[in-house]
């Protein structure tokens, strides 16, 4: 199994774990085998991150690689997860958001590369414009902003 590690701003990193846990709460093996967290905190020193990011990553690889999942590149957490990528073994991804990381738990049985491609995947597609719709006219009475919305779309 692939481990997963999230490199992130504090909270995001813990938070992100959290929320995992809580979609799979019928199936906790799933959210906390070969997960784990690490928040860097402002003014830490990125040498010792790096220290402690390569030892959760040690903690976590059975074999099969490690995925490590950061929210910026550039930032500090993405350069301490930078420093851990090595090919075949470590794959390091920028831009973590939620449905990347459930799409990485989801699918880190088989191998690193596909791991990594389906939390790319997964990141991606959980990016999109969400429509608005028809639900706040049913029942309630328009406001005077609506009001204003409907006499613009009338002309």
Known sequence: MVGVLLIAHAPLAAALAAAAAHV???APERAEAQL????????????ANVV??????LEIDT???VLVLTD???????NVAAQLAEPGRVSVIAGVNLPMLLRALCYRDGTLAEATEKALAGGAQGVMQVASTAVQHQGVRPTQGDDLAQLHHQQ
């Open 24 to 26: 799979y709460a019928c």
């Open 36 to 47: 784990r967290s690490f928040d860097v905190l402002p003014d830490s020193d990125t040498q």
């Open 52 to 57: 402690r990011a390569r030892a959760l990553a």
């Open 63 to 65: 074999g099969s690689g």
């Open 72 to 78: 910026a590149f550039g930032a500090s957490p993405g």
